[in-house]
């Protein structure tokens, strides 16, 4: 069975280089990574070529690591915000397709380059400010889980793609769907449990992060999930700032996308011009207020939900589930 | 963003080689270079973020001398919107036409890149707000800029386009250069010979943006900025001490709402802000005394640290604690920190906790066991109630009286060793462990840092692995051993 890379990227095996790989948190991610079962084939620090860590080779650049081991089609950040901009032309240059950038606080000046590279080059990328992803075919890219036991036993093969702008509630939303006998409130006021041992799974989390301008966007993600046959339903959860919920709902609304969706949508008493959150939860105007945001969710037949735990019974509701 | 004086803005245009009226930034009132431009000039007090200050008298032409000297002096002193930082004495300079010019940054949508704007008017000066149907507005790349040729063919219409293109170059390349959010001249001065002057100017920016070797550019006046208070001037050297891992906490300057319940929160990541912000943003009964944002890989030390800073705030009744933990941190360390914290302050809050994440069982449960020992009423929430459930028990919690306790006594003498990052003092009391097997605070470990030399009988760290402050061992001494095994983890000025 494809993962989602395949549907967002057109990647059936992700070959992961991994930027920062020498540092103790690329190091750290590396091993979880790995210990999940993404192939990690070469790690790439400037001045550190020729060493290798837990066995993995470090190269000097991307374009000598995919020189070296041609199959490389993925790239994984762990640089300071930064470094993010050098690094994402660095793989971009050397025709990295797919790429993800964990790192939190790049300049927004860099966040636009690297959008308008990625675009020339052909390249999309997750971020930044992201945990990351996780597949439920098994493989991740980031933080997801903290560690590779806590990410196998939390996120578990399923019909719910997961989309999120929070890392948080991201990672909530995947580890509650793959919880047998989970309690929550429920339409009718009630509270208890939400479905019985068969919880529904998810067939991928997609962390798109918390800046202005990130690569995958909301839609982009959707439209992943809208191909990707294991998802029958999409759990997401928006906020203010930023046009990505209008776009996803106009999406909608023309038809584009048809699975069902879920959206618990963040910031109701977010003031204007005022950073609440993350920085791309920032409302810039009108369109990117709670209330406008709602209405064209609603208007377009999106569910969206009052509380962030609703999310789960909402989604047991479009799959027919109940305890 | 961050708003640079104009003095400052001026720097950055002329280092792009974009031409500016004549000017002198004044840094005191008997500064020797008051002399360097005789009248007519203008007089501009320079104060961070300050706005409309020709209104207030922060700005004015001067026409002689002696009226230079008695209104420097005069503005120097003025405090209309913050400390002066020094004035800008700019030549009036003759010209025959003003435009208008700004950059600003276009986040972009599903149809559309991102980039920069280029906005122009041919109708500059004051007012031009109101003169908005005026503005041309030119998308460009940041990626690749747009060359002097090529903005040529926008401005066919007026004379000297070619001037205005080399000079609206410059605007460009000092806005992408020093990564500003927001560039504006106005007005922009046209001469006689169609020469052009930047006449007053603005930028703002990202602090986090900023080179290294630019920094001393961009750093401005900060007196004007909300003065911190005692515990915000604690976590900032909490977090100086060690730098890993967000620790964000903000009080409320607010008055409390009468009869409002009074909540400490230690929450986790823009998440968690968002979800508490979800849950009491349209509620007058709870006022949230702190903002906070504990996220990012925290070790235990700096979350102890942290939560006692949090716990001497004054005006809380209850503690409201959420860990989101699968990304970066373990549930059961924080549980650890935040069991020594409310045992340790002796100010502790009755707390509602949960936990999230890596090891949320086990957190849940070490507080649960060691709950009946705290001077305090402590509640658990499983992790699957988000922080809507908790707010349900705050009323419950706040009728608790708040204590002022004396805390269990600290560990004295010299320590076993101290280790560096995370900062920590470790002691180790051979009377309390006598067997020659490792005690369970050297089991526990999980870097193997902490080694059992059977001959002294004695723990010690071990020289190839690292402490990762997690506080199991303290922990576990205390659960399972005999408290052989305390860490003493000191909070600058916190006494």
């Known amino acids: ?323 | 963003m961050t708003a640079l004086p104009e003095y400052k803005t001026r720097r950055l245009l002329a280092n792009q080689g974009v031409p500016l009226v004549d000017g002198v930034f004044l840094n005191t009132q008997n500064d020797p270079g008051r002399d360097r431009l005789p009248p007519p000039v203008y007089l501009k007090a320079q104060i961070t973020g300050a706005t409309s200050r020709a209104a207030q008298g922060l700005v004015r032409r001067v026409e002689d001398p002696l009226q230079m000297a008695s209104d420097i002096e005069e503005m120097f002193a003025a405090k209309a919107q913050g400390p002066v930082e020094g004035l800008l004495v700019t030549s009036a300079a003759k010209l025959c036409h003003e435009y208008y010019v700004g950059c600003i940054l276009d986040f972009g949508s599903a149809n559309k890149l991102p980039g920069g704007i280029l906005m122009f008017s041919s109708q500059g000066g004051s007012g031009v707000e109101e003169r908005s149907g005026s503005l041309k507005k030119i998308s460009f790349s940041l990626l690749r800029p747009p060359t002097a040729d090529m903005l040529t063919g926008h401005f066919a219409e007026l004379d000297h386009p070619e001037a205005l293109a080399t000079f609206l170059e410059g605007i460009i390349n000092t806005f992408i250069r020093y990564k500003l959010t927001v560039l504006e001249v106005n007005p922009v001065g046209v001469r006689e010979d169609g020469s052009l002057l930047v006449i007053d100017c603005r930028a703002e920016f990202e602090r986090h943006a900023i080179a290294k070797a630019d920094k001393p550019l961009f750093t401005i006046h900060d007196a004007g900025r909300e003065e911190q208070t005692r515990i915000e001037r604690i976590v900032e050297k909490i977090n100086a001490l060690e730098p890993a891992g967000t620790g964000f906490i903000r009080e409320n300057r607010a008055p409390v709402p009468a009869g409002a319940y009074r909540v400490a929160t230690n929450l986790c990541g823009g998440g968690g802000k968002m979800l508490w912000e979800m849950a009491v943003g349209g509620r007058k009964d709870i006022y949230s005394a702190n903002e906070s944002d504990t996220s990012g890989g925290l070790s235990a030390f700096k979350s102890y640290r942290l939560l006692r800073a949090i716990l001497a705030l004054d005006t809380p009744q209850v503690l409201l604690l959420t860990g989101s933990g699968m990304a970066f941190q373990n549930q059961y360390h924080l549980a650890a920190a935040v069991w020594k914290a409310l045992r340790e302050s002796p100010t502790p809050l009755p707390s509602l906790l949960r936990f999230g994440g890596t090891e949320e069982d086990k957190a849940q449960a070490l507080m649960e066991r060691v709950m009946p020992s705290l001077p305090v009423k402590v509640k658990t929430f499983p992790a699957h109630l988000f922080p809507s459930a908790m707010i349900d028990h705050i009323a419950q919690m706040a009728s608790e009286k708040r204590m002022t306790v004396v805390p269990e006594d600290q560990p004295g003498g010299e320590p076993a060793f101290r280790v560096d990052l995370p900062p920590g003092e470790f002691y180790f009391d051979p009377q309390k462990w006598t067997q020659p097997t490792p005690p369970p605070c050297v089991t526990i470990c999980p870097t193997q840092f902490l080694k059992w030399n059977p001959d002294r009988r004695w723990v010690e760290p071990a020289q190839d692995a690292r402490c990762i402050g997690c506080l199991l061992c303290e922990t576990v001494s205390l659960l399972e051993g005999n408290g052989e095994l305390r860490i003493k983890l000191d909070i600058p000025e916190m006494n």
Request: contains cysteine; proline residues 6%; neutral net charge.
């Open chain 1, 1 to 323: 069975m494809d993962g989602i890379l395949k549907h967002l990227a057109d990647i059936e095996t992700p070959n992961v280089l991994v930027f920062g790989i020498t540092g103790k948190m690329g190091r750290n991610a590396s091993r979880t990574m790995k210990a999940v079962g993404t192939p990690i084939l070469a790690g790439c620090t400037p001045g550190k070529g020729g060493q290798s860590v837990d066995g993995v080779p470090v190269f000097n650049s991307a374009a000598e690591a995919v020189a070296a081991i041609p199959e490389i089609n993925c790239a994984v950040t762990y640089v300071p915000a930064g470094a993010v901009k050098a690094a994402a032309m660095d793989a971009m240059e050397a025709g990295i397709r797919f790429l993800v950038f964990t790192a939190d606080g790049v300049p927004i000046h860099d966040q636009i380059v690297v959008k308008e590279y990625a675009r020339a080059k052909g390249s999309l990328y997750l971020g930044p400010n992201t945990v990351g992803m996780l597949d439920t075919t098994g493989y991740l890219f980031g933080l997801i889980g903290g560690n590779a036991e806590w990410a196998r036993k939390n996120y578990l093969p399923g019909c719910v793609g997961i989309i999120s702008r929070s890392g948080g509630l991201s990672q909530l939303f995947g580890a509650f769907h793959c919880r047998p006998h989970l309690s929550g409130p429920r339409p009718d006021g009630s509270f208890g449990p939400l479905w019985d041992e068969t919880y529904p799974g998810v067939s991928a989390v997609l962390c798109i992060g918390g800046d202005p301008i990130p690569g995958v966007t909301l839609l982009d993600a959707a439209r992943a999930f809208q191909k990707d046959p294991r998802t029958k339903v999409m759990a997401v959860y928006g906020e203010t700032g930023t046009t990505q919920e209008n776009d996803l709902a106009a999406a909608v609304r023309t038809g584009a996308i048809t699975k069902p969706i879920v959206l618990f949508l963040g910031g109701k008493f977010s003031k204007a011009g005022v950073a609440q959150s993350h920085a791309g939860a920032m409302i810039r105007n009108e369109e990117e207020s709670y209330a406008y945001k709602r209405n064209v969710l609603e208007d377009a037949g999106i569910t969206v939900v009052q509380r962030p735990d609703a999310v789960f019974s909402h989604t047991a509701s479009v799959l027919n589930k109940g305890a």
